[in-house]
């Protein structure tokens, strides 16, 4: 099994990403494919010492910036390290691809290159959120804005996949982020995706408020991918935030200084649960093969973590599993259809009147490949 | 100057509202009417030997629950603790009402009895956030779910004329939420309503993405009342996990313990600093009359608090200075559209073609009057 490795990819690239490369070999014997401008990599493993080890080095001119428009990117960087990182995949020569660069880049490749998964609506960023618990699964967190009813539903059977396989929980509780915990809550889509897991044969537990999230209450976490991409920002932001008020607050006077020295170890270990680095990458569920994103700032620790993460969701066949479950929810789904064309066909007959009860079948997979992510 | 307290609305009422009510007379010297059971508020009062204060008790029979259907209980309760104190304001008794009951339901009996302010198309809830450079304040945070361009266009008017009067900020400069810092990201309602903030004269800044919240980059920060609620009660659940993993982690050594009791003094303070029930009440804007709502767990101390931040905003005609901030935008967007017709019409006198490029008019106030929050 191999790695495509975007080794151009992030604020720290190719070093830190190349480093975690080397690194993911040298401690776990996992290869990689790094894409990229060859002289740069190749200058960053004589650096390291690397130049010996098994990792091959395959060209690419151009690097998607951070916060490039993703369709421009995709449209005049088609040699992209990126896009030839996603080809090996593509082409067989790789099992997975990671990125530590742009999300909206990644995700417009890997979709374009790689294709929707079949039965897929809309593919979906997942990431992974510390609770007192352990970790929860959230999703989406920034690929679909304004997702329908069946969009967030599939979100839910593929993260209810993605949990079972990273947090290797059985049986997933997956809630339904909202403003309230009444069923009537929120908007139109949220109320019929309500209506979808209710009837399913997921472990759903109803709405979860933003005020439940950390408190690990549910496995996986729906939502749309803009506020889920909010309350991913936010909550990093607030960790910052408030160890940077513990740090104003202890130069405050000599016993806080003092408290602080031994509260260290303390502090750290805490910082370490709530670290995302810590935590390997947030997969693209839906996708034709498997794609990874680690955060821009990765370092090289950060990144040899995130490929560690990559290939354990190779060997459990993470994109395999999720295309089952997705096709017998749709199974599942034509079959009630079906059930109900027929009971109101009959009621037809009976009463002489139609049916209007029958619920939403939700929409089939179009030809149309835009999400909001890339639109832009 | 009179303030209507809905003595019966909150986690701990009435004795905790009563309570902040006889702090806020002794203390500050505000007057309030309190509406509810009168033997049950007349008992508070003896409880705290406050009978002989001037505060006046208004009767209501009944009690909005937490939690409780907002439409259902504006039918069903005509004669709510909640109904009583607004319709003292609408009266002419009091100057501005005050609960720390059910958000939605408040909301709903304001907007009913006081109705929406004179070219206001969506009444929002702001709430204060803290930050590192002091607070911000986000609006909307749970009233209107899908707002349209125009509606979060007024919530960036409404919000800056509260962030001017409650945190003494000239010219504050708003940002809207949003998934990343470029122009063309975001919904279309957000794309939108970024168009109408550049045009306008507000102090407007762009973007802003859920990680610069609380780096306090901008004094209001606009959002959909969805992302807004999410992006609140995240923040609130974060900072208790991170409390709950700081005292977890310091039991694990005694090193760790003693520096937990050194620091001590450091971390109240910084909670203090980042404590919700310390900074008075969320005001609804956008009504015509003025209702703030306290946290559903207020104690003494806050409903304290929150009736001294409410007698300020009276004081510096907070509902007044909005209604004339929202009319002299309409205004210029008024002419801005009177100026595209008539250069319409000159150009299509002149090429004989129309024009497809006049900006988005925005919808004008409806005789509707529901928002997303009170529909359910």
Redesign the interface.
Known sequence: MKIAVDAMGGDNAPSAVVEGAVLAYQELGIETILTGIPERIDSELSRLGARGLPLEIRGAEQIIEM?E?PSRALKSKPNSSMRVAAEAVKKGDASAVFSAGDT?GAFAVSLHVLRRMKGVLRPAIAALIP??KGFCIMLDV?AN??PKAQHLFQFGVMGQIYSELALEVTKPTVGL?N????D????DAIRSAHELFSKSDLNFMGNV???????GSVDVIV?D???G??????????????T???RE??T??V??K??????????K??RK??DYSEYGAAPLLGLDGLCTIGHGRSNPKAVKNALKATSRLVEKQLTGKIEGEIDRHLSVQRSTEAGWRLWSQIREGIFQGGSSDQPAAGDEPSGEDET?LIK?
């Open positions: 916060g428009s909206g609770t007192l920034g804005l304004v982020l403003v309230g915990g009444e009537s809550k929120g908007t408020e933003g005020s439940t999230i950390f408190q939502c991918g803009f506020s991409n909010v309350a991913l920002k936010v909550s990093e932001s607030l960790s910052e935030m408030l940077t008020l513990l607050e202890v405050h006077s016993r806080s003092i408290g602080y020295m031994f509260l260290q170890n303390g502090l270990s805490m649960r709530t909001n832009k």
